[in-house]
């Protein structure tokens, strides 16, 4: 049996009244292959333990639109892109090293 990622178009979004940034996030995947689907688990455990309440996640499936590569300039999958807070980052690969994507979303700093 297949597990598929859920449909996450505007998964996470804050209902809180506070103004606070939701950060956006573009995770580009070929179908539901090993690697895209822990790229997906990985990002969405980290939202909900670093932004909960205040992402979107928007998963592109390569596979039936990969005419959406060209936007974002995707040349490897699975890959993250953020949009926002600007600067837009991008980070390759299946999200598995947790210091790496910490670092690259500016979830952490550097040391």
């Known amino acids: 049996m297949r597990e598929e990622m859920p449909s996450t178009q ?3 979004a804050s209902t809180d009244t506070e103004a606070v940034e939701t950060w956006e996030l573009r995770l580009y995947v070929a179908g539901q292959s090993p ?3 822990a790229a ?6 980290f939202c909900e333990e670093h932004l909960p309440g205040h992402y979107e996640i928007e998963v592109i499936d390569l596979l039936e639109n990969p005419q959406l590569a060209e936007g974002d300039q995707i040349i490897a999958i699975p890959t993250l892109v953020r949009k926002l807070p600007e600067p837009m980052k991008k980070i390759i ?4 090293n947790t210091e790496r ?5 500016n979830l952490r700093p550097r040391g």
């Open 93 to 96: 690969g299946d999200l598995s």
């Open 35 to 37: 690697k895209s689907l």
């Open 40 to 45: 997906f688990a990985n990002l969405k455990r």
């Open 101 to 105: 994507t910490l670092v690259g979303l």
């Open 10 to 12: 505007g998964y996470g």
